[in-house]
């Protein structure tokens, strides 16, 4: 497996044609851009702020008499010059520690006269190198046993092998371990046809649950990793170097060695493969490059923000292997500067949905009339949030979505106590001690034709929704697998939702046209939603997204752009009484009024004597103060 400095070839990119986990698993559509972008942007934040609390300053606070205080330390020097021609050797084993020099077969890649902050060399005129080889896969590796690859850099003329007697030298040898295959969860295959109860998964996925549990943990290989020497030569002293790079650096008599960052961040978590009897062969592609040390900052602070998400969200599951994805994705197939005009353009798109949300509070919240408004909808609003919560909670989501799913719920229930008088009648007792949740109609709401129109909507939508609801619990029963006939409801509800769910915005729709007004709409928190919408219709043609996203954004749109029309034809009506008492014309007769005493004041048409002028200026005053 050894080779020289000449076995050396040209990079070709990732190897990614690797066989999947079962060979049969169906590709996963990929997540919106913009609820990536938001979460990992709150990840961001949270793990900022979490380490903001927790750390702590460079300086102790006291020193002992024994103890050397950090700033009597010398600065340290990198030990490497520029230009300082060193070997570099790569063993591969199953031990986390190595120090079999002599066995060659341990040896995958050994590059000699390797110029130590070059970066104009090379094939490819960059300072990187390229070497591909295969490794044989042991019955340990095979059976989710780990495996290190250990990366030695020494000057030239010295080894790495403290056994040899004047050849090695502690000064000018340093080196780094990594673990090369990564264990991960795979969840087992546990829905059928429930009328045929048959399944399209593997059969060692539909077995294995019944002896194993519902995941198993399996070791799983991924074809690339790069080594990347930082080139740089900035003082540190020992015991104040920042994060994260007290981690990487390592000292030496007060000096300290050239840092070696082993990259896998660009590694696709969608494209590892397992490591059993069927890969007695892995490929394994290493390429050597020089780095900045602005790039090594960026690379270890995601790799620290990696960690935290994996604590942050319990575990790092497929749903959060999926997101960082699809961030990596977005990075290297999108333009950069639409790539920067997404992100910008992200922060506004949040910016929007917490003045949607604060509007809509604001709205139910001081709203006294519900004249023109459709309180059928928020009772389906409060089955919609409900039906979303429980489908989450079957499958196995995050606590941070959850949580926020659970928070849209308790705000849909408190809308009802708004459009609803809700009170507990003690009169009457459930079990013979919990009293009765009663709900009754607002005056406001029956007293108008609100309410007729309402019953009237919904009943004409019911004429639509109850066909297309059993063809698609036909359709999802036939031809989809559930877990069970509660997850088969769920399921179906859900996808119903989310493929006939804008239909539940046209009540409004016709209660608007029956009372020929818009007036009663919450319009800011319609406005805002609506420009989310059509910056998702900008970028969904841009970036790669579902088809079906898309054509949930265009029907959204038709949607607002109906309500538009309405406000158009339904101009405003100036005798119509608000909840206030009051009508436009009387704002406009004030206003008149006003105009015209403060006219005869000025042309002098008014009463001559004094006294008459000290009480028209008192009532100027007091119409003032009105």
């Not at 103890?67 to 199953?94: A, C, H, Q, W």
């Not at 003082?235 to 050239?258: H, N």
Request: proline share 4%; with cysteine.
């Amino acid at each position: 497996m050894a080779s020289s400095g000449q076995d050396v070839v040209p990079a070709e990119g990732n190897v990614t044609d690797q066989a999947n986990e079962d060979g049969t698993q169906a590709q996963q559509p990929q997540q919106n851009i913009w609820q990536t972008i938001k979460s990992v942007g709150f990840r961001i934040f949270v793990f900022y702020m979490i380490m903001n609390l927790f750390k702590r300053g460079s300086t102790p606070a006291e020193t002992g008499k024994d103890e050397t205080s950090p700033m009597s330390v010398k600065v340290g020097v990198n030990l490497f010059t520029k230009g300082t021609l060193m070997d570099m050797r790569v063993y591969i084993n199953e031990r986390e520690t190595f120090n079999d020099f002599d066995n060659d077969e341990s040896l995958f890649w050994q590059y000699e006269d390797l110029e130590y902050g070059d970066w104009i060399s090379g094939p490819n005129g960059d300072g990187s190198l390229t070497y591909t080889d295969v490794i044989k896969a042991t019955e340990h590796m095979m059976n989710n046993g780990s495996i290190y690859m250990h990366v030695f850099f020494t000057k030239v003329g010295y080894s790495p092998d403290p056994k040899r007697k004047g050849k090695f030298n502690m000064k000018y040898t340093f080196s780094t371990t990594k673990m090369l295959n990564k264990f991960k969860k795979r969840k087992f295959h546990n829905t059928k046809n429930l009328l045929t109860g048959e399944t399209d998964a593997s059969p060692e996925l539909i077995e294995s649950p019944e002896k194993e549990g519902s995941f198993q943990i399996l070791s799983h290989w991924h074809p690339n990793l790069t080594i990347g020497l930082v080139d740089d030569h900035t003082p540190f002293r020992e015991g104040s170097v920042p994060q994260p790079l007290d981690k990487l650096i390592e000292f030496y008599e007060g000096d300290y060695y050239p840092i070696i960052f082993m990259n896998d961040y660009w590694n696709l978590n969608s494209d590892y493969m397992p490591v059993n009897s069927t890969t007695p062969e892995l490929t394994l592609e290493l390429t050597f490059t020089p780095m900045s040390l602005m790039k090594l900052q960026f690379y270890a602070a995601q790799t620290m923000k990696s960690q935290w998400n994996v604590m942050l969200t319990e575990s790092s599951g497929e749903g959060g292997d999926e997101e960082e994805d699809s961030l990596k994705r977005a990075m290297l197939d999108t333009n950069p500067y639409l790539l920067g005009m997404t992100f910008v353009i992200s922060i506004v798109h949040s910016v929007f949905e917490f003045l949607a949300f604060k509007n809509d509070i604001q709205f139910w919240n001081n709203r006294k009339s519900l004249e023109g408004l459709s309180v059928r909808s928020v009772f389906f609003g409060v089955f919609q949030s409900l039906v979303v919560l429980l489908y989450i909670m079957d499958n196995d989501t995050n606590f941070v979505v959850k949580v926020g799913v659970f928070v849209g719920l308790l705000i849909d229930c408190w809308k009802i106590t708004k459009v609803m008088t809700v009170k507990f009648d003690r009169n009457e007792m459930i079990l013979g001690f919990i009293p009765k949740l009663t709900f009754t109609d607002k005056e406001s709401y029956t007293a108008s034709a609100t309410k007729q129109y309402d019953t009237q909507a919904f009943t004409y939508l019911s004429w639509l929704l109850y066909p297309l609801l059993g063809c698609y619990a036909v359709y999802a029963l036939l031809y989809q697998e559930h877990k069970g006939w509660y997850s088969f409801v769920l399921n179906m509800l859900y996808g119903f939702l989310l493929t006939f769910g804008f239909i539940m915005m046209t009540p409004q729709l016709f209660i608007n046209y029956k009372l020929k007004s818009v007036a009663h709409l919450p319009w800011r928190m319609l406005t805002y939603k609506a420009l989310n919408t059509f910056i998702d219709d900008i970028f969904a043609f841009v970036i790669r997204m579902p088809t079906m996203y898309r054509i949930g954004c265009l029907r959204d749109d038709i949607i607002f752009l109906i309500f538009l029309y309405q406000r158009y034809i339904y101009p405003t009506d100036y005798k119509r009484v608000n909840e206030f008492g009051t009508t436009g014309e009387m704002h406009t007769g004030t206003a008149d009024e006003g105009a015209n005493g403060s006219a005869l004041v000025a042309t002098g048409d008014g009463p001559s004597n004094e006294g008459g002028t000290e009480e028209q200026t008192k009532g100027d005053e007091e119409k003032k103060k009105d």
